[in-house]
């Protein structure tokens, strides 16, 4: 069973800090991996993709991966309100597999 | 803008009640998926279509059927609804299989009465 895990949360940070979103997969064979933000009663909405080892920047984004660890990670620099949310982490083996996603961590900015 | 596009938004039906629910896009992608989401849970796919190839998660009940008649559409029927399955069905469009994104519509919230 190849599962992706992510800690339910909330996690809380004031506005301004960075928030750190971390994620672990069990299938070593994975490829490409992906954070999806999603708005309570909304649909999720692809935030990054990353497939190679180290970091991966996007605007007040970072995503993290270290392949050994089986870890991938999400940075939120100057956290904003707005950014509340649940954050799926997703991790795809490649070839024709599917795509799994885990259960979200949950993201509140404090003004 | 290229989008994905789920109709209705929001659908009440009763149990027992057939129910179809539908997706199009205009992003040309070749693989469409059905996901199943409940609350506070990661979504579940149900099945998806690489093209006309259809391809069905195990464990997803014989009550739900899709169908693709073309690129852009594809439907997701519920045979028979049952309370179990009050959820956010969400569509999803990629590329192609494997390492490719998905791009979510915005879901259809179905209610069993």
């Known amino acids: 069973q190849k599962e992706v895990e992510q800690n339910s949360g909330p996690l809380s940070v004031p506005e301004g800090a960075i928030a750190s979103l971390n994620c672990t997969y069990s299938?070593?064979?994975?490829?490409?991996f992906f954070w999806y933000r999603q708005y309570s009663g909304k649909s999720p909405e692809l935030i990054m993709s990353i497939y190679s080892n180290g970091d991966k920047e996007d605007g007040r984004f970072t995503a993290q991966l270290n392949k050994a660890s089986q870890y991938v990670s999400l940075l939120i620099r100057d956290s904003q309100p707005s950014d509340s949310a649940t954050y799926l982490c997703?991790?795809?083996?490649?070839?024709?597999?599917?795509?799994?996603f885990g259960t979200g961590t949950k993201l509140q900015v404090i003004p | 803008d290229a989008m994905v596009i789920q109709n209705p938004r929001y659908q009440v039906t009763q149990f027992g009640k057939p129910v179809t629910l539908s997706c199009s896009q205009t992003l040309n992608h070749n693989v469409m998926y059905w996901y199943q989401q409940k609350s506070s849970q990661a979504p579940k796919l149900l099945f998806h279509?690489?093209?006309?190839?259809?391809?069905n998660e195990a464990d997803t009940p014989d009550n739900f059927q899709s169908r693709r008649p073309n690129t852009s559409f594809c439907f997701l029927d519920i045979r028979s609804p049952g309370l179990g399955d009050a959820a956010m069905y969400l569509c999803?469009?990629?590329?192609?299989?494997?390492?490719?994104?998905?791009?979510f519509g915005d879901g259809t919230r179905l209610s069993i009465l």
């Open positions: 999803a469009t990629s590329v192609d299989q494997g390492n490719q994104p998905q791009h």
């Open positions: 279509y690489y093209d006309k190839d259809f391809n």
């Open positions: 997703a991790a795809g083996p490649g070839g024709y597999q599917k795509v799994t």
């Open positions: 299938d070593r064979g994975s490829q490409s």
